[in-house]
């Protein structure tokens, strides 16, 4: 630690800062990440510094910085930060992202753990933003044409078809046989209510 911070203090000045310091950064976020006071000293120096954008685009000390802000409790800071940061790992700024919801969901209701549920509504309320997902998100609907497919066969067959119908439909729409079988189940559901 005293010699990264030595070595921060040397090249304070350069942009960017040499390949080392960048790579001493790193290899403290992971030796460090279970110490929250040795990682809290790090990022400190880190952030402070006039180079801290070229330390963002590393995903270990963005995930560090993270953990930090959690940690404090500052959770509005932790979502700016990765949307500040240049780290090209975007799924796992996506997770990050979202646990910085779960951890302030938990903490407002006074839990450890999360239900599914819980982590799916909190996941709908808070989008991540464009900048760490700029192809969109993953929809999980299907296209208009497949749903009236579903729909007609539902209809005009059976609303309840065996491993043999729902394993060719799943063909002839390109999904998977489970995606056919749940689609069914929650439309049979729907039907009821």
């Known amino acids: ?53 070229y330390f963002l685009t590393n995903i270990h000390v963005v995930r560090a910085c993270v953990s930090v ?30 646990e910085i919801h779960y951890r302030r969901l938990m903490e407002k209701h006074q ?21 760490l997902c700029p192809e969109g998100l993953k929809s999980r609907s299907y296209s ?5 497919q579903l729909h007609r066969f539902a209809a005009e067959v059976t609303a309840n078809p065996n491993k043999k119908q729902r394993e060719e439909l799943a063909q002839d729409m390109n999904l998977q046989p489970t995606q056919v079988y749940n689609w069914f189940a929650n439309y049979r559901r729907r039907q009821k209510s």
Request: hydrophobic share 35%; with cysteine.
């Open 69 to 98: 802000h959690i940690h404090k409790g500052q959770h509005d800071a932790a979502c700016r930060l990765l949307e500040y940061c240049k780290a090209e790992e975007k799924e796992e700024l996506v997770q990050l992202w979202h």
């Open 144 to 148: 208009e044409e497949v749903r009236q």
């Open 1 to 53: 630690m005293n010699k990264f911070m030595a070595m921060l203090k040397k090249n304070e000045n350069e942009h960017p800062p040499p390949t080392n310091l960048l790579n001493l950064a790193e290899q403290l976020c992971q030796e460090l990440k279970s110490s929250i006071p040795g990682l809290e000293k790090l990022v400190e120096a880190m952030m402070e510094c006039k180079n801290k954008r």
């Open 111 to 131: 839990t450890d753990v999360l239900t599914a549920l819980q982590k799916f509504r909190c996941r709908k309320r808070n989008p991540p933003p464009i900048s």
